[in-house]
């Protein structure tokens, strides 16, 4: 068996011990003489599956009571729609937008009210966060809106924007269980699972009960959109996606075991310290990031010269580090080097870089 240290920036990287308990389960789970997928979503293993991700969630990331947990279909994307659709009373929302996703979210919510952008980043590539304690938060404004951590980009959030009293709404699909998080700061966090907790096809929202209309906001506003019929339901007003929670439910519990949203923590500055020491004394490749903005999960870098990009990217796949192509809107390379990447990954991959180094210099 072959197995490459995976960069991607989702789908990506999953722990090799999950992968391994569910191929051991996959004919037989548990007794019951079927797989995960092929079993309903209304049997009992099914059920012991869902409660059991939806609880070890809790515990990790000390999600209170008054905060419903979905496992939801339509990626991140679809709450892009569903945030104004089930938020927009007053029919204003105020948006920063530092990133592609922020700016996805922030064009959809102007088809269902006013979206407001109230800072950017884009002036310089989005490659910083703005200063983000006194802005002009409107006095109508159903919600803030943040995307907390930059896929792209590889900017992160070090501190959460002052909002002035309004809820804060966040898009954390690729910074989900990377660090402990103060949940009560959040009216909705939502995040698609497939960069750093699952396979694609979940996507996890968590919303303060208050936030969850009795009937969404927006006219016409799709059954399946509106917060209230899943959370009404436990997830299961339709059939979920069933064997995606099932892997998240497994990497709850290998986060749990590896110790917790504080150990994921230790385990990721480690790892991106590794990497950007070496971005900060190389003389050949330079970070695209502000350093006081960097992410831990996503990182950015260039040689400065587009054909020594492309014979680097070349080389590293060959040599096992795959998937380091920056995104096709910003060129370059991109580390993502989320939870499941083990630090020896990103060491091996510095010294790589080190020799490709030397060689082009
Ligand atoms: C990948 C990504 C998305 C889009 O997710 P889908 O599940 O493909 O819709 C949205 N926001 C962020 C921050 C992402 O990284």
């Not at 049997?43 to 905060?67: C, H, K």
């Not at 083990?342 to 020799?355: A, S, T």
Request: hydrophobic content about 40%; aromatic content about 10%.
């Amino acid at each position: 068996m072959h197995r490459v240290y995976n960069f991607s920036a989702g789908p990506a990287v999953l722990p090799e011990e999950v992968l391994r308990e569910a191929a051991e389960e996959m004919l037989d789970y548990k007794g019951t003489g079927m797989s995960v997928m092929e079993m309903s979503h209304r049997s009992a293993a099914f059920d012991e599956i869902i409660q059991t991700a939806e609880q070890d969630l809790r515990d990790l990331m000390g999600i209170p009571d008054n905060y419903k947990v979905l496992f939801l279909q339509g990626g991140a994307s679809q709450q892009f729609a569903a945030v104004p659709m089930n938020l927009m009373k007053n029919g204003v929302a105020d948006y920063i937008v530092t990133g592609q996703w922020a700016k996805k979210a922030y064009q959809e919510a102007q088809k269902y009210g006013k979206a407001v952008k109230i800072a950017t980043s884009e002036d310089k590539t989005f490659s910083y966060i703005p200063d983000c304690s006194d802005l002009p938060i409107d006095d109508d404004a159903d919600y803030v809106y943040i995307c907390e951590n930059n896929t792209i980009y590889g900017t992160k959030f070090k501190t959460l924007p002052n909002t002035k009293g309004k809820p804060l709404v966040a898009d954390v699909s690729s910074c989900f269980l990377s660090e402990p998080v103060d949940v009560t700061k959040y009216a909705v966090i939502y995040g698609g699972v497939q960069k750093n907790v699952g396979p694609a096809g979940v996507v996890i929202a968590i919303i303060r009960e208050d936030m969850i209309p009795e009937k969404p906001p927006v006219e016409n506003t799709p059954t399946m959109l509106a917060w209230k019929t899943q959370a009404d339901a436990g997830s299961l007003y339709n059939t979920p996606p069933c064997y995606g929670i099932y892997i998240c439910g497994k990497v709850f519990q290998w986060i749990k075991k590896m110790g917790g949203l504080e150990a994921m923590q230790k385990h990721n500055i480690a790892k991106a310290k590794v990497l950007y020491d070496f971005l900060d004394e190389s003389k050949l490749f330079k970070g695209t990031v502000r350093k006081e903005d960097r992410s831990l999960m996503n990182v950015p870098f260039v040689t400065g010269d587009k054909e020594l990009d492309a014979k680097f990217v070349k080389e590293a796949t060959a040599a096992g580090f795959v998937n380091l192509k920056g995104h096709r809107t910003v060129g370059g390379m991109r580390a993502s080097i989320y939870n499941a990447m083990p630090i020896e990954g990103v060491e091996k991959l510095v010294e790589f870089m080190r020799k490709f180094e030397a060689e082009n210099a």
